[in-house]
T-cell receptor, first 116, second 115 residues
Framework: ETGVTQTPRHLVMGMTNKKSLKCEQHLGHNAMYWYKQSAKKPLELMFVYNFKEQTENNSVPSRFSPECPNSSHLFLHLHTLQPEDSALYLC???????????????FGPGTRLTVT | AQKVTQAQTEISVVEKEDVTLDCVYETRDTTYYLFWYKQPPSGELVFLIRRNSFDEQNEISGRYSWNFQKSTSSFNFTITASQVVDSAVYFCALRGNFGNEKLTFGTGTRLTIIP
């Protein structure tokens, strides 16, 4: 595997289900991100993990719970979701320098989530 | 606050025509970074270019070129001799430096190349 991979690619779940999205990066990066992409809306940053520590939680409802066990893996645990949570969930990674500078983020193919 | 505006929601051009995608940004940071990404139907955002605020040189990569103008806060993207494979949604994004590190995306421009 190369780049950033995400599983599953498609997920349909009921509002009472619990599921998890998985992301793995094979780029040796030290930062990982979850984004939500809804129709006709800009990409919304949900969570950032930098050096395995969560550095940003962008006012995301508690029904979304991230987990970053190591710098290569990122999970998004889902429970009691609402239909409006249906969207494309994108994972990304980047190499964040410890002192200044910025590098680009590399994205996975996304998980298309449908909540029924 | 940071903001990225892509005023063109959808553009359609005939194959081999040139097309320019506009991007206007707002930031109070003196150092910032601009990006373009391509999102084909498969869904994955593909990184195209990163530009630092202190480097205003235009860049060309094959059929792609970028025009960065700080005076107008614009970072436009031109595809020359467009091809059907260029059909995708293109996103412009902005990121600040030190404490303003969130990547802010525009709403995207859907480009359709007509064969």
């Amino acid at each position: 595997e190369t780049g950033v991979t995400q599983t599953p690619r498609h997920l349909v779940m009921g509002m009472t289900n619990k599921k998890s999205l998985k992301c793995e990066q094979h780029l040796g990066h030290n930062a990982m991100y979850w984004y939500k992409q809804s129709a006709k809306k800009p990409l919304e940053l949900m969570f950032v993990y930098n050096f395995k520590e969560q550095t940003e939680n962008n006012s995301v409802p508690s029904r979304f719970s991230p987990e970053c066990p190591n710098s290569s893996h990122l999970f998004l645990h889902l429970h009691t979701l609402q239909p409006e949570d249906s969207a494309l969930y994108l994972c990304a990674s980047s190499q964040e320098p410890r002192q200044g500078g910025v590098y680009e983020q590399y994205f996975g193919p996304g998980t298309r989530l449908t909540v029924t | 606050a940071q903001k990225v505006t892509q005023a063109q929601t959808e553009i359609s051009v005939v194959e081999k025509e040139d097309v320019t995608l506009d991007c206007v940004y707002e930031t109070r940071d003196t150092t910032y970074y601009l990006f373009w990404y391509k999102q084909p139907p498969s869904g994955e955002l593909v990184f195209l270019i990163r530009r630092n605020s202190f480097d205003e040189q235009n860049e060309i990569s094959g059929r792609y070129s970028w025009n960065f103008q700080k005076s107008t806060s614009s970072f436009n993207f031109t595809i020359t001799a467009s091809q059907v494979v260029d059909s995708a949604v293109y996103f412009c994004a902005l990121r600040g430096n030190f404490g303003n590190e969130k990547l802010t995306f525009g709403t995207g421009t859907r480009l359709t190349i007509i064969p």
